[in-house]
């Protein structure tokens, strides 16, 4: 059997977005701090991708910091209506471009205000609370901070809330607190321990936004990938985000990039038609990978 995997919608809190959406990280400069390369090249990505029917964009202002943020206010305000863009907070950058955690209430309110400022938005559609570390998540209580984020939820500063970076128990405890429209994690074809926490959310009705999609800063690098890829006359990030799109329905994708013949070629990632073999094939790349 052989089919495409079709992008389609999933409700990302009180709208509905495609489930190919756009990663705005790599707009900034070089670790991603900084100005980009391309100023010019930037607006033109993030003005295609809308243009392409992307209605889901992630950024955060940490991001440069405040690059990214400016770049799609830049590029895109006033924003067009059903655009839902995604920020995250709980770090900071150093002067050195370090990533600092910043989750006191100080730093959150902070947070939420220079992220509307930037973006030039009177509310933020939806806010994810960082909270593991660059990869993978760490225990611990996660109450004091996403506390901070509901109140300024119900002052009307933000629509949802999400979580990104988190286990199974902190989402249980985000949900005690506050109604949780999403979950960001590492997730990819090689990086598979929060395969259980995606099946879990699906039942539930909450979107799985994998980070680092097609590998991060290090692409995925898989002879078995490259193979089926060559097999399917496709890039292997096409054929990564591809089979992203089958794995689960909740999966809503934000692949970043600075290029547009990249963006081209991952917004053709639902046209590769995929057969049972294809995905058994891709499946083994993740066995063995532990879990959370």
Not at 59 to 76: C, K, M, Q, V, W
Not at 158 to 166: E, P, T, V
Not at 197 to 220: M, S
Request: proline fraction near 7%; charged fraction near 15%; include cysteine.
């Amino acid at each position: 059997m052989t089919e495409k995997p079709r992008p389609g919608t999933f409700p990302l809190g009180d709208r509905t977005v495609s489930r190919l959406g756009y990663g705005a990280m790599q707009l900034a400069g070089p670790g991603v701090f900084g100005p980009p390369k391309d100023h010019g090249a930037a607006l033109a990505v993030l003005r295609e991708a809308v243009a392409s029917g992307v209605n889901h964009i992630d950024t955060s202002d940490f991001y440069g910091p405040h690059i990214t943020n400016r770049l799609i206010n830049e590029a895109l305000y006033p924003y067009p209506e059903g655009l839902v863009i995604v920020t995250k907070l709980g770090a900071v950058r150093g002067a050195d471009a370090s990533w600092i955690p910043a989750r006191t209430a100080a730093d959150l309110t902070a947070g939420v205000h220079d992220n509307l400022r930037n973006l030039g938005a009177d509310v933020l559609d939806v806010v994810n609370l960082r909270v593991g570390g660059i990869h993978d998540p760490m225990e611990g209580s996660i109450e004091a901070p996403f506390t901070v984020l509901a109140e300024l939820q119900q002052k009307g500063l933000i629509r949802h809330l999400g979580l990104s970076n988190i286990t199974q128990a902190q989402l249980a405890e985000g949900r005690r607190i506050a109604n949780v429209v999403c979950v960001q994690n590492h997730y990819n074809l090689a990086h598979r321990s929060d395969d259980a926490l995606i099946d879990h959310l699906a039942a539930e009705g909450i979107a799985f936004v994998p980070f680092f999609p097609l590998g991060g800063f290090t692409p995925l690098q898989s002879s078995t990938l490259s193979d089926a890829a060559a097999r399917l006359g496709a890039t292997p990030m096409q054929l990564a985000l591809a089979w992203l799109l089958h794995r689960a329905p909740n999966i809503l994708l934000i692949p970043g990039t600075a290029s547009l013949a990249h963006l081209r070629e991952n917004l053709k990632a639902p046209d590769l038609a995929l057969s049972s073999e294809i995905l058994a094939e891709l499946d083994s790349i993740g066995l063995g990978q532990p879990t959370h």
